[in-house]
């Protein structure tokens, strides 16, 4: 667990999931969504033993940001989100009616004002890293 309950309380200011059973299961899928968008950084690293606390602090206000709107939403996993889009759909005429809004807050799953709190930690760069400036080293 990266951030828990009484973490996501007294540090973080977390007011919205008062049930510990409920917070737990939040709590999981959000990390289930970060390990993918963040490459696993937090299962190859321990978040306590991050010399960059900034970076630490500033993924678990994400997570707390993360189960706050799943809390809201009613819904924790990309999948339900997803389905929270449908508002109506029609088998013979194959119309599906989208209601946006969930989909339009989050970015595969991860709410948007999270996905900006993680851009911060630098942990969501996928492209090449360059150790020295000039040397080019696979």
């Known amino acids: 667990m990266l951030l828990t309950f009484d973490d996501y309380k007294d540090n973080f200011g977390g007011i919205k999931v008062t049930d510990e ?3 737990n299961a939040l709590e999981s899928d959000a990390e289930d969504l970060f390990n993918i968008a963040t490459h696993m ?3 190859e690293n321990n978040i306590e ?3 960059d606390q900034e970076r630490a ?3 678990k206000k994400a997570l707390k940001l993360q189960i706050d709107y799943t809390s809201d939403l009613g819904a924790s996993t990309s999948y339900e989100i997803a389905d929270k ?3 109506s759909t029609s ?3 194959t119309n599906i009616t989208l209601d946006s809004t969930a ?3 989050s970015h595969d799953g991860i709410y948007n004002l999270a996905w900006a709190y993680l851009l911060e930690t630098g942990l969501l760069y996928a492209g090449v890293p360059v ?4 040397v080019f080293e696979w």
């Open 85 to 87: 889009s449908v508002k």
């Open 57 to 59: 602090n500033l993924f």
């Open 49 to 51: 033993d991050d010399p």
């Open 103 to 105: 989909a339009d807050q």
């Open 41 to 43: 950084f937090y299962v």
């Open 131 to 134: 150790k020295e400036r000039g």
């Open 91 to 93: 088998i013979d005429g």
């Open 21 to 23: 059973t409920k917070y």
